[in-house]
């Protein structure tokens, strides 16, 4: 027989990791967050609404076209909980950063699979699909319509902390 505390406390789910690493001087957060509709993982992009009471949300990105918002909640840790388990639940408010060119950050939601070694100088996309970042040379099919670009500045063995997972960093195009 189980309980739910065990059951919570045995599951485990992996979801994206990250870290913002450009100064907090060029960051610009949505002022109060958003409210999340659904679950979503940090260091994925949303597009932005209201609800009936006013409140701005969050939704996960729905036109590779348009440009989004980038989801970069703080961890909060508890009972030893890797970074891997975070994930801003629906109804949850979530810290929600305009994507300025220029700004860096880490995640470990990439796709390489177009390019043989991840380099600096690449270019990147952000899949509403997968909700990953596709590296690629600049000839992926969807790079060019994409409204969310980005370059490679760091692979995976150029940084000297992980959060657990593999991570690339990014600077926003």
Known sequence: MTT????????????????????HDYLQDIPHGAIMTEDVDNFTLVEL???????????????????????????RRYLGESLGEFYNGKGERGRILIQKEGIRFDAS??????????????VAHFDIDTKEFVISD????????????YTVVLSENDIQYTLGQ?????EVQ
């Open 4 to 23: 739910k505390a065990f059951k919570a406390l045995t599951e485990k789910d992996l979801h994206t990791v990250g870290n913002v690493t450009s100064s």
């Open 49 to 75: 609404g209201f609800n009936a009471d006013g409140e701005r949300t969050a939704t996960p990105l729905s036109d590779k076209t348009k440009k989004g918002y980038l989801v970069a909640s703080p961890e």
């Open 109 to 122: 939601n990439f796709d390489a699979k177009a390019v043989k070694d991840i380099k600096a100088g690449q």
């Open 138 to 149: 600049g000839t992926h099919a969807d790079f060019e319509t994409a409204g969310n670009k």
């Open 166 to 170: 593999p991570t690339v960093r990014f």
